[in-house]
């Protein structure tokens, strides 16, 4: 491996280390109902987003809410000897993919039918802490 290369890849080793990341794969809920959930804490601070997925009456809005809490123990897990409220953590990420699409039939009027999609998502979502960004 070249010099510039291996330099690179510890660089971003390094990063990696600093941020703490949570995967929800094949969530049965539609892509376009997860982003009205997600753009709400996109940016947010974890307790305030914490608060806004708590007391959001959207079904989505509980899958965020366990998906955010496993990355938080995910960070946890990473820095044993820094607190949470020292770190000021914030959502520095969280995307919505489409997932795998069951297809179904309806039976519809004069022998037709009619297609139904039955969507899923992958949610990924990426913690930062606030200390990180300003050194």
Sequence with gaps: ????????????????????????NNCPTSPRKMRLVADLVRGVQVEKALAILKFNSKEAS?????????AIANWQSKNEDASIE????FIKEIRVDGGA??????????????RIRKRSNHVTLVLD??????S
């Design 1 to 24: 491996m070249g010099v510039r290369k291996k330099q690179m890849a510890e660089r971003i080793k390094a990063e990696k280390k600093q941020v703490a990341f949570a995967k929800l």
């Design 101 to 114: 699409m069951l297809k179904r039939l309806r039976p519809a009027p004069q022998g037709r039918a009619h």
């Design 62 to 70: 509980r899958k965020l809410e366990k998906l955010l809490l496993s």
């Design 129 to 134: 802490s606030n200390n990180n960004v300003q």
């Design 86 to 89: 020292d770190a000021d953590l």
